[in-house]
């Protein structure tokens, strides 16, 4: 009956969970087809994979810990993981990479710790680096962009992808190739501008690498709509890109052969704005004030040019978020935004009494 | 003399320790004599968290003297009227697990209670007053007493030495000023309340 | 027009204010009971000044006020008083206090008014005690005795008067509409406020800009006037107090203050409403403008409620129907409570009764974790952080949550509002901040404690220590006075000795003579015993008299010999 005691507010926005990651979906589709088109099937399929796994995956794990199966599986949370890990991954490496990559993710990085909204580290970006450290040679194959295959040669068909898939670990001729960030990680001693015209990745490219100038245009215009329906704020995001932007216009070195490439080069190859939009933006290990974001996001940023310049691996939004994740507690501590009524800010820890 | 330290090893090692023990030595000195902490301080603390009832169930005469006792390393489940949360919160300030309530001492009261004196029956003896820890009872000899409600720690020392039987331990009366929501369930998502929520189906299936 | 400023946050739910706007404001027929809470505004609980079968004219008091934060109460209709008794009244927890039902006689009969006509000519103080008699407590929802706030003190001077009427909340119009009708009462109302608070430099009225009716019925009377009516963008909760203070003066009431301290005073415009009925009309507060809408009533609608009047008599003459209502709330969608039974009365601070439908206002979802998604921190017009609020919150730890300034949150709910996960952050808020206070006050209580025991403690010692000492003095006096009788030199204690010594030896006469003594007497004994013992015998007793006289006989011949033997000894 009507009289009873519920506490106010009575009335709620439209907004719920699942819809938020809905919407995620939905806005990863545009660096789907970006990715598709250029580099085949094999990103579909890697999404599709991870997709079924997580969600079996996490059904069993909750399953396992009693707790209602519809009801979590029914916030997409995992899909959205397996999502983002399918989009990370290589097109076409073997089924068991993405399977192994899912499970790590899903059971390691996020059920172990309470499942959604209780994991200190990003799960997709957990996975995603297991399986770097783990199966360097698969996870560094990448599929030549269509532009660029030989005469003659086309990608896989999707029949013939899921056979490379499941089958074949082999990784195929003439279909495989370096990534851009690869070519300038590999390219010493040449200077900016003889790499862009030996390189066709740069070649033929419009301004940043063929293909990965479109598949991280896509993510950008993915990113552009979460942000115009306030999924998230621009202080995470901006912050990482003009950080990025930053960094790799004060080490341009005008294009010397020591020079780790250019801003554009550098915002629009690898995952960067992946990363930016889709990545960093996962509010549950990142830092919640906004201005907490905008370090953190410069953190991000300023750790992947520094990954990706000077250190091992050719891309590195991956490590860059896993080590902000760390940072974020810290960063929260002293960034509380000045409440109505205090002419300071406090720190978290501050103690009123003494 | 140096050229006699270097040609000899051994006795290097052993002059530069010796000189390392002397420094380090007098540094510890140093520091014990100024930063030296006057009383101690877990003590305090541990008495801060105390309820105060100084009701004696823990078995000892007041509530600090048990804060010493658990200071030098006593179990710090014995306050019932503290209850588990006074127990978490000593835990807490000392970093060690936190025990249940040990059952001996009594039981945590669910309501708070203090005392009341049917005054038609009391005589005026006084040992209730001489009783009370916190001296929350007015009266004197062959007058009557009375509760100091306010005062009073609902400890029930005074309700044994009565010779009549006149102190009832009332709860506390709560009314709308004291109502408050109660905390919302916590959304069922936390791994720590796993255990209390496997049923048992999940244990035959184990 | 007048700069106003811009607050963080805030919410924009639907504002569903037409359906209640459509009928100018209506009255109900008198019912047959009423119930009077005596506890209607913040402070101390009312004191009955009537008993069970008196008979009461409509505005009389029943009730004096306890103290200076309580507020008079009167009889919203004349009739008899048939209970003094709990009552469920208008509050979350649904719990009873203390009412006056009064049973109408259906004359409506009023008791003798006395208003005064020439305001300017009086003094506040005689305004603040009409008021204060009248029972005037704030009608916005809070309902803190209005005497109490229109008298700062001359400590703090009052530059600036704000009179509220953002009505920020969902569907409530009360306010609204009684500006469409009354503006000129109302600002009859201001005037008064203005004349008790000395005249202050800026008088503004704030009143969000959905309300375009209200704002040009305002005109015409504070044309000239001083009287600035401030429209600003409708937000939720522009009507807050603190809120509205920084959007009219760029100025944040700092935490843990009130208005008064920085020269402000905020009345809502109801109780300014109220205000002019008590000191013009001579009308206690006895009624109020009540919103009565959503979904589930049939008609929507403002009515002069009389205080009292319990809310299944408003419902039933709107055509309640149960089955379609989700929760009946007082207050609005945001801030009200729901009610728990339908003889709830309304009081001074009901400015709405909502009954919407399940559509209109679903039942609550299951609450789902707590991603951080941090759109209740965009939403929270103060600034805070509700997701780590909530995280402390279920942690318990008050350290935290105080340096993250639970406090200063106002429990407006936009961040539940926005909250994806439909977790109830608000109660969360609520129940720690009382969790807090708690352990605030028994914290007190028990530092209190401890200092009664130290005291009590030491007070023993203390008592001991004197008895101890009562008991050396006593002892040293003792031994003093023993001193003193010999206090003679260290020669005559050695003469006194050897005195004591000397008298101890006897002479060997003496001796001799003594123990010639003892020998006599010990035949004297034996001649006795032997003669009781012959005597016996004679008398022919029974063996066993003869056996113990015999044996005291041969006991004498002992002590006999041994006297002779030493006798003997002493003559060698």
């Known amino acids: ?116 909204g209780y994991n200190p580290f990003n799960p997709a970006m957990v996975g995603y680096v297991v399986l770097l450290i783990s199966f360097p040679i698969e996870m560094t194959t990448w599929v030549v962009p ?31 190739g370096a990534t851009p960030l690869d070519s300038f990680k590999h390219a010493a001693g040449l200077t900016v501008d003889q790499i862009y015209q030996t390189d066709s990745l740069f070649s033929q490219a419009l301004f940043a690498g063929v293909g990965w100038e479109w598949v991280n245009l896509g993510f950008l215009a993915g990113g552009i709509v979460l942000l115009a329906s306030r999924v998230f704020t621009w202080h995470g995001p901006v912050a990482m890109l003009a950080a990025m932007a930053l960094m790799s216009l004060i080490f341009w070195d005008s294009g010397s052969s020591q020079s780790p490439g250019s801003p554009l080069m550098h915002l629009f190859s690898g995952a960067s704005m992946m990363g ?52 974020a507690p810290f960063i929260d501590n002293y960034t509380l935004p000045r409440t109505y009524g205090h002419t300071d800010r406090r720190k978290a820890t501050e103690r009123l009494d003494d | 003399m140096l050229d006699f330290i270097i040609q000899q090893p051994i006795i290097a090692a052993l002059v530069a320790l010796a000189g390392l023990g002397i420094i380090f030595g007098a540094l510890l000195g140093f520091a014990a004599e100024k930063f030296k902490i006057v009383g101690d301080p877990v003590i305090e603390q541990i008495d801060e968290l105390l309820p105060q009832t100084q009701c004696g169930q823990c078995g000892f005469p007041g509530c600090r003297p048990y804060a010493e006792s658990i200071a030098n390393g006593d179990e710090i489940n014995k306050c019932p009227p503290g209850g588990q949360s006074t127990i978490n919160a000593i835990a807490n300030l000392l970093d060690v697990s936190a025990p249940e309530l040990d059952q001996e001492h009594g039981q945590e009261a669910e309501v708070k209670s203090v005392a009341y004196i049917r005054e038609a029956e009391c005589i005026g003896c006084t040992k209730c007053i001489q009783a009370c820890p916190v001296d929350a009872i007015l009266g004197a000899a062959k007058l009557m007493h009375t509760v100091i409600v306010d005062e009073c720690t609902g400890c029930d020392l005074c309700v044994e030495p009565c010779p009549v039987d006149c102190i009832d331990m009332l709860p506390v009366e709560t009314g709308i000023k004291e109502w408050q929501w109660p905390a919302p369930p916590l959304p069922n998502g936390l791994i720590a309340t796993d255990k209390t929520h496997s049923d048992s189906n999940h244990e035959d299936a184990a | 027009m007048r700069q106003t400023w811009v607050t963080p946050g805030g919410v924009h739910p639907p504002e569903n204010k037409i359906q209640s706007l459509t009928q100018p404001i209506g009255s109900l027929p008198i019912p047959e ?56 009244i208008a509050h979350s927890s649904g719990m009873e206090a203390l009412c006056v039902e009064i049973t109408s006689d259906g004359n409506d009969q009023w008791i003798e008014k006395s208003g005064i006509s020439d305001f300017e000519h009086t003094s506040s103080s005689a305004l603040l005690s009409i008021i204060t008699e009248a029972g005037i407590a704030g009608m916005g929802g809070a309902g803190f005795p209005t005497s109490v706030k229109l008298n700062p003190g001359f400590q703090r001077p009052i530059d600036t008067l704000i009179i509220n009427a953002t009505e920020c909340e969902p569907y409530i119009t009360a306010d609204d509409s009684l500006i469409r009708e009354r503006a000129e009462e109302i600002v009859e109302g201001i005037r008064i406020l203005s004349h008790i608070l000395g005249n202050p430099h800026n008088i503004l009225i704030g009143i969000e800009d959905n309300k375009p009716e209200a704002i040009a019925a305002f005109e015409p009377h504070t044309q000239d006037t001083g009287i600035n009516v401030v429209s600003f963008p409708t937000k939720y909760p522009s009507g807050g107090e603190k809120q509205l203070i920084y959007i009219l ?26 205000i002019k009925r008590a000191v013009v009309d001579g009308e206690p507060l006895i009624s109020r403008v009540t919103t009565m809408t959503g979904e589930a009533c049939e008609i929507n609608r403002n009515y002069d409620v ?60 299951p609450a789902q974790p707590c991603i951080r998604c941090g759109m209740c921190a965009e939403a929270c017009p103060a600034s805070l952080l509700p997701q780590q609020l909530l995280w ?36 969360h808020y609520r129940s720690s901040k009382s969790d807090i206070k708690k352990a605030q006050e028994e914290k007190i209580k028990s530092d209190q404690a401890r200092e009664r025991f130290e005291f009590r403690k030491q007070r023993i010692e203390l008592a001991e220590k004197e008895r101890e000492a009562k008991r050396a003095a006593r002892r040293e006096a003792a031994k003093q006075a023993k001193a003193s009788t010999g206090t003679d030199s260290m020669a005559d204690i050695v003469a006194a000795a050897q005195a004591r010594t000397a008298a101890k030896k006897t002479s060997p006469e003496q001796e001799l003579a003594k123990l010639e003594r003892a020998v006599s007497s010990a035949e004297m004994r034996v001649q006795k015993a032997q003669d009781k013992l012959d005597a016996a015998t004679a008398d022919s007793e029974t063996d066993e008299k003869i056996n113990i006289l015999s044996a005291a006989l041969s006991g004498a011949q002992q002590k006999l010999e041994k006297a002779r033997t030493r006798l003997a000894e002493h003559s060698k």
């Not at chain 1, 699942?18 to 088109?37: E, F, N």
């Not at chain 1, 004030?289 to 991956?318: E, F, H, K, M, Q």
């Open chain 1, 1 to 116: 009956m009507a009289f009873k005691q519920v506490t106010s507010p009575h009335a709620h926005g439209a907004q719920n969970t699942a819809k938020v990651m809905q919407l995620v979906l939905w806005a990863t589709i545009p660096g789907l087809i970006a990715l598709t088109w250029h580099f085949g099937w094999g990103s579909l399929i890697n999404v599709i994979l991870a997709c079924i796994t997580a969600v079996a995956s996490e059904a069993l794990i909750l399953e396992m810990r009693n707790r209602p199966i519809g009801f979590y599986l029914g916030d997409y949370s995992a899909i959205v993981t397996a999502v983002l890990l399918g989009l990370a991954l290589p097109p076409l490496c073997p089924w068991w990479v993405v399977v192994v990559g899912t499970l790590f993710s899903v059971v390691l990085a996020k059920q172990i710790f309470g499942g959604l």
């Open chain 1, 146 to 176: 269509l532009a660029l295959l030989p005469e003659g040669v086309a990608h896989p068909g999707f029949v013939e992808s899921l056979k490379l898939v499941f089958f074949s670990a082999a990784p195929m001729d003439g279909v495989t």
């Open chain 3, 33 to 88: 009971k009423l119930v009077v809470p005596l506890g209607q505004h913040i402070g101390a609980p009312s004191i009955a000044c009537v008993k069970q079968g008196d008979i009461v004219l409509k505005g009389q008091k029943i009730a004096d006020p306890a103290g200076t934060v309580s507020a008079a109460i009167h009889a919203p209709t004349s009739g008899t008083i048939t209970a003094i008794e709990s009552r469920p």
């Open chain 1, 276 to 327: 930016a939009f889709f990545i960093l933006t996962d509010p549950v290990s990142s830092a919640v004030s906004n201005r907490g974001r905008l370090i953190y996001g410069a953190l991000i940023g300023v750790l992947t040019y520094i990954i990706r310049a000077w250190g091992n691996y050719p891309d590195a939004v991956a490590f860059a978020v896993l080590l902000a994740n760390f940072t």
């Open chain 3, 249 to 274: 003066t760029g100025k944040e009431l700092p935490s843990g203050k009130i208005p008064a301290d920085i020269g402000m005073v905020c009345v809502n415009i109801g109780t300014t409403y109220a």
């Open chain 3, 306 to 365: 009389l205080i009292g009047t319990p809310v299944a008599h408003l419902l039933e003459h709107n055509n309640f129907d149960a089955q379609r209502c989700s929760r009946v709330i007082m207050g609005g969608p945001m801030m009200g409570f729901s009610l728990t039974s339908k003889q709830i009365p309304i009081v001074k601070t009901t400015n709405c009764i909502l009954a919407p439908s399940v559509e209109e206002i679903p039942h609550n979802e």
């Open chain 3, 392 to 427: 402390y919150s279920q942690a318990k730890d008050h350290d935290r949550l105080q340096s993250h300034n639970l406090f200063d949150c106002i429990e407006c709910g936009a961040c539940s509002y926005v909250c994806p996960s439909n977790i109830p952050l608000v109660q």
